[in-house]
Each structure stands twice: as structure tokens, then as C-alpha cells.
């Protein structure tokens, strides 16, 4: 869920959510042997309302996904794919000591990490 060559890497969703973001793009791309260096042929956007949890975040991405394979086989005969272009930038790898919540902060203060 990126915007490719925006945001490769680890976890993108995750750290757009992080970061704030209720308008998360998602590329579909062909798969190279390089991370996240193929073609694009879609993009399209999960919209978050920022009170989401993981669980609806996911449904979201699960659904904008099937929507865009279904997009891609349909138009298969005549869909091309786009080479990226522009600066590359990526999502370090998530450890399970990130994703802790901090009891000297708030629950505001930490909410788009509880989600």
C-alpha cells in the first residue's frame, strides 16, 4: 500500500497510519526481483476516516485489493503497465518493540499506534 516509487519496503500501511494518513495509496505492480521495482499498472486509494482499527484497516486494503485484480484481469488484453519514475524512498522493517505502547504517554498521544 503505497504509492510507488513512494514507500517501499516494510509495512507501508503501517506507517502511513503512523504518520497520520487517511488517504493510503495502494500500487498493483509486476513482481521483480528488486523490492517494489516493477511496472504499475493500478493505484487507487483506501480512504480512512482515522478512527479505524487493524482489523477494518485490513478489510479495507482486502477490498480495494480484490477490486483491483478483478480491474487487471478484466482489462488484461489492453491494461499496460507504467515504469516508475522519480525518487524511491522506503519503509524500514516494524519490530515487535515498535509496536508497543508506551504507559507514560497517552492514548491520544499513541492512538494511530494502537490502530
Not at 31 to 56: F, M, Q, R
Not at 63 to 92: A, C, H, N, R
Not at 95 to 102: A, G, I, T, W, Y
Request: net charge negative; hydrophobic share 35%; charged share 30%.
Amino acid at each position: 500500500p503505497s504509492k510507488l516509487p513512494q514507500g517501499k519496503g516494510w509495512s507501508p500501511l503501517a506507517w502511513q497510519v503512523l504518520e497520520g494518513c487517511n488517504n493510503i495509496p495502494v500500487s498493483l505492480f509486476e513482481a521483480e526481483e528488486a523490492v517494489d521495482a516493477g511496472s504499475v499498472y493500478i493505484v487507487d486509494y483506501i480512504k480512512l476516516e482515522g478512527h479505524e482499527l487493524n482489523e477494518e484497516i485490513k478489510r479495507k486494503q482486502g477490498e480495494l485489493t480484490i477490486k483491483m485484480v478483478i480491474k487487471y484481469i478484466d482489462e488484461f488484453d489492453t491494461i499496460t503497465g507504467i515504469p516508475q519514475s522519480g525518487e524511491e524512498t522506503f519503509y524500514p522493517r516494524r519490530r515487535q518493540k515498535e509496536n508497543e505502547l508506551d504507559s507514560n504517554k497517552t492514548i491520544v498521544e499513541q492512538f494511530n499506534l494502537l490502530r
